[in-house]
């Protein structure tokens, strides 16, 4: 690969990356202080400037984070654990293609991994491809993880009423650092996306309706994520003796806290995340550690707030895959399940037994006649699919009515070939598919030409849509917004169409 030195002049400093076939990339560009020592829990703190040119060709530490497996049939899917990690983690990188006046859109995107995992820097993120082909400056961001990005004890705040969001804080700091620098490096502060998958998605989705956020992002995109489950004050002030217990301390002040070896701060975190559900309140389906509504950065609920009109002005875009979670029981290792077991699993998650059981002979039924697969895990599947990522999207659909902004919604239901099919249409085998790296990941998407033409697809839906609010293109004319009377949806796989009727009957249930 063809690489020369190119430099950039920001605000705090001089830079220099590299050009690499016509795209120039920045890597490791800082955009605050680094949490650390007394920052540690802190909202992030404006860079200091530096002498000289600071380099930037390699990519920054990543967050603090459990490790992920470095083979085995899902490394890479959910991003690589080969990446140096470190408190020191707030960096961003940039791709454009070029350092001009051109005021390029620019797409910011908030990588996924249920706020525990995954960073900007995952080769799955390479935005070379997104950015020669859309003429698109790329912005990929770290942020703070789990219990350093988001443990909510008061004893921390900053001020009064503010804890926790720590992770959120960051994206909003790397936000404004797109607004104050962007245009040097080619882009249009004016005219931002944020796009986001997973965790990514749900982050999105929070910061469509931040006051905080406002004016920071014009369009956004939520892929697999809709942010209606997260924190109240009351279910973390639950949650926290449970970490604390893992940690072996009791009601500890903040130079306590600060003063723990990080590593016991991930390590309490990881035995509190695989807790059983029905013994610690914790690991439930909030997440461990998540955001915490009732403070200055969110103020209510985001699907109230997004109801009442926050963000009304932004475009949003929203989807789904067709069998979001194949992937994640594939991923625990589980290939049978009985019945008994999926209506244990399911009963907290749709409050109680008897609603577990009317959803699970809903789904059987509907399935019969449809002539799918009517096993026990097929039906939890089908369930946990859409109770956690089909309805929840719908829902905030549906919460923009009224909205100025544009609202379109999508499906994928592309096939991956992995594990002879069983997986369908998966969650994150979207991402190789937007960002055009579906040759890191054959084994995943396939190596079907139709795969690179759906990605062609995608990929020019997903830029349009950062250029113009619109994601409408000549391959894809017939893409009307949403409404909830009729929710006009664009399906993306081997038969591209827009329907207004998909699969009603289960997601009625979650409404």
């Not at 605000?11 to 540690?40: C, D, I």
């Not at 600071?54 to 470095?70: L, N, T």
């Amino acid at each position: 690969m063809p690489r020369n030195p190119t430099t950039v002049q920001t605000k705090k400093g001089s830079l220099q990356g590299q050009t690499e076939n016509g795209v120039h990339v920045f890597r490791g560009v800082p955009f605050a202080q680094p949490p650390v020592g007394e920052l540690r829990w802190c909202r992030p703190q404006p860079l200091d400037p530096w002498d000289g040119v600071r380099d930037a060709v390699e990519f920054g530490p990543i967050s603090v984070q459990p490790p992920r497996p470095a083979a085995g049939p899902f490394a890479g899917i959910m991003g690589h654990s080969q990446e140096l990690t470190s408190e020191d983690c707030l960096y961003l990188n940039v791709w454009t293609p070029g350092l001009d006046d051109g005021r390029r859109p620019v797409m910011v995107w908030i990588h996924g991994g249920g706020l525990s995992s995954g960073s900007g820097s995952s080769p799955a993120y390479d935005g070379a491809p997104l950015a020669a082909r859309g003429d698109v400056a790329i912005v990929t961001i770290n942020y703070r993880l789990g219990a350093l990005g988001y443990l909510p004890d008061p004893v921390l705040a900053d001020g009064d009423d503010t804890e926790g969001n720590y992770g959120f804080h960051d994206m909003l700091a790397a936000l404004q650092w797109v607004q104050d620098e962007i245009s040097g490096f080619g882009g249009d502060p004016q005219n931002v996306t944020i796009f986001g998958e997973s965790a990514g998605g749900i982050a999105v989705g929070i910061l469509l309706a931040s006051p905080l956020a406002e004016g920071l992002f014009h369009h956004a995109i939520i892929q697999s994520g809709a942010a209606d489950r997260l924190h109240s004050r009351e279910s973390v002030a639950d949650m926290l003796p449970f970490y604390y217990r893992e940690l072996g301390i009791d009601q500890p002040s903040a130079d306590e806290l600060r003063r723990l070896p990080v590593e016991d701060l991930l390590n309490a975190q990881s035995a509190l995340a695989a807790a059983d559900p029905a013994v610690n309140p914790a690991a439930g389906l909030h997440g461990v550690f998540n955001a915490v509504i009732e403070d200055d950065f969110l103020d209510g609920m985001p699907i109230d707030v997004v109801r009442e009109g926050r963000g009304s002005d932004v475009d949003l875009m929203a989807g789904t895959m067709r069998n979001e979670f194949t992937l994640l029981t594939a991923m625990t290792g589980m290939t049978d399940l009985n019945e008994e077991r999926a209506l244990e699993l399911m009963s907290p998650l749709v409050r109680g037994s008897e609603r577990a059981g009317e959803c699970y002979e809903t789904y059987r039924n509907l399935r019969v006649q449809r002539g799918e697969p009517t096993d026990p895990l097929a039906i939890y599947n089908a369930v946990m699919t859409d109770r956690q990522y089909r309805g929840s999207t719908r829902r905030l659909l549906d919460a923009r009515e009224g909205a100025t902004g544009g609202t379109y919604s999508y499906l994928v239901e592309q096939q991956s070939p992995m594990f002879e099919g069983r997986l369908g249409s998966p969650h994150a085998l979207d991402v190789p598919l937007i960002w055009g790296t579906n040759d890191l990941m054959r084994d995943f998407v396939g190596d079907d030409p139709q795969v690179d033409q759906l990605s062609g697809f995608m990929m020019d839906a997903w830029l349009n849509f950062a250029r113009t609010g619109n994601p409408t293109t000549n391959a894809l004319p017939g893409w009307p917004q949403y409404r909830p009377d009729r929710p006009y949806t664009m399906v993306f796989g081997p038969d591209v169409r827009t329907v207004t009727s998909e699969r009603d009957e289960e997601l009625a249930l979650w409404r």
